[in-house]
């Protein structure tokens, strides 16, 4: 190639339609939760087993035994979750906004699903408000998800794929 015909600046980035900030209000609204569990939980494993969620309730030590490593790899199982979403949102390309909401999603189906099935031993109250909290874990990064792959809204230029 002759340098004549070389090409003097590279192609500009594609454009994407994203919708308006609610896109990265709703990835930080998702990403709230695994950063507070997150944080108890390593910092406090034991506070967290017999605390969680807080507000007189206790949820995790109805499934005992206490096991600190595992309430530490929890911690960090979330807080890593949590910054994942938070970079999806700072930096909202494609690829990694719909790698985190599934990743999201792999990680709170499941877990939705085995409190879903394991409610005996709980108070009535305790059980719906688990239930929902969850079922709202799975509802709204699923439709971020869906919404996102739609690609409505204003343009943005993509800086990642």
């Known amino acids: 190639m002759s340098r004549s015909s070389m090409p003097t600046s590279l192609p500009a980035p594609q454009l994407r339609r994203y919708p308006s900030g609610w896109l990265r209000a709703g990835l930080l609204l998702v990403a709230i939760p695994p950063l507070l569990i997150g944080a108890w939980a390593s910092l406090d494993p034991a506070g967290f087993f017999v605390g969680f969620p807080g507000m007189g309730l206790h949820w995790v030590d109805l499934l005992p035994p206490y096991n600190e490593h595992l309430m530490r790899d929890t911690g960090g199982l979330?807080?890593?979750?949590?910054a994942v979403l938070i970079?999806?949102?700072?930096?909202?390309?494609?690829?990694?906004?719909?790698?985190a909401l599934i990743s999201n999603l792999i990680f709170a189906g499941p877990h939705f699903a085995f409190h879903l099935w394991h409610l005996d031993g709980w108070a009535t109250p305790d059980a719906i408000a688990?239930?929902?909290?969850l079922g709202a874990l799975v509802a709204l990064p699923s439709l971020l998800?869906?919404?996102e792959m739609k690609g409505r809204g204003r343009t943005r230029r993509e800086t990642s794929r």
């Open 78 to 82: 979330y807080l890593t979750q949590a």
């Open 87 to 99: 970079a999806a949102a700072v930096r909202p390309g494609r690829s990694l906004v719909r790698a």
């Open 130 to 133: 688990q239930t929902a909290s």
């Open 145 to 147: 998800l869906l919404v």
